[in-house]
């Protein structure tokens, strides 16, 4: 599932000292980058992608809501931090020149516990990092325990310690 862009597009730096103003949703194309997982433990990496035309910065965790195809929420629960497809990392800002992309992290099981029910979504709204407006990403998404996910921080490609499926 990955888009044919060369490394240097997809690039990404760490925030220096004075960076630019934050990622508004409306400059940010999201898509599924890679998905892996065993066992019912599954994770999903999505790219948010700088579409405008200047710099922007992302820092810190994303929210997430599971919808259906009809454009309702489902029950979902998001953690944010680690779980057993990606470790816990504290969040960096990263900074996306136009054209670049960061990563984000959606870990889940699709294991049914007890009687709690499993959410089966085919699009996930992605809310950048202090922002209220979400992305809609295409993605079919089963997460049981009443549609927990756990979400890492905005990653930049390559980033340290990382263990996702974004390029490094």
């Not at 309702?72 to 800002?93: E, H, K, N």
């Not at 990563?103 to 294991?111: A, R």
């Not at 922002?131 to 756990?150: E, L, M, Q, R």
């Amino acid at each position: 599932m990955s888009p044919s862009t060369s490394a240097s597009s997809t690039a990404s730096t760490t925030a220096p000292a004075s960076a630019p103003a934050r990622c508004q949703p409306a400059q940010l194309s999201a898509a599924p980058w890679g998905t892996t997982g065993a066992a019912g433990t599954l994770e999903l990496t999505v790219s948010l992608r700088n579409v405008g035309p200047a710099a922007c910065a992302l820092d810190g965790y994303p929210g997430a809501q599971l919808a259906n195809a009809a454009g309702q929420a489902l029950p979902t629960s998001v953690i944010r931090g680690g779980t057993s497809s990606f470790t816990d990392q504290a969040p960096v800002a990263v900074v996306l020149e136009a054209g670049q992309s960061a990563y984000v992290d959606i870990g889940y099981s699709d294991v049914p516990t007890g009687t709690t029910p499993c959410e089966s979504a085919s699009v996930l709204w992605l809310t950048p990092p202090d922002d209220v407006t979400y992305v809609a990403i295409d993605a079919s998404v089963t997460a049981c325990d009443g549609g927990t996910v756990t979400v890492s921080p905005v990653l930049g490609a390559g980033s340290p310690g990382s263990q996702t499926t974004a390029p490094s």
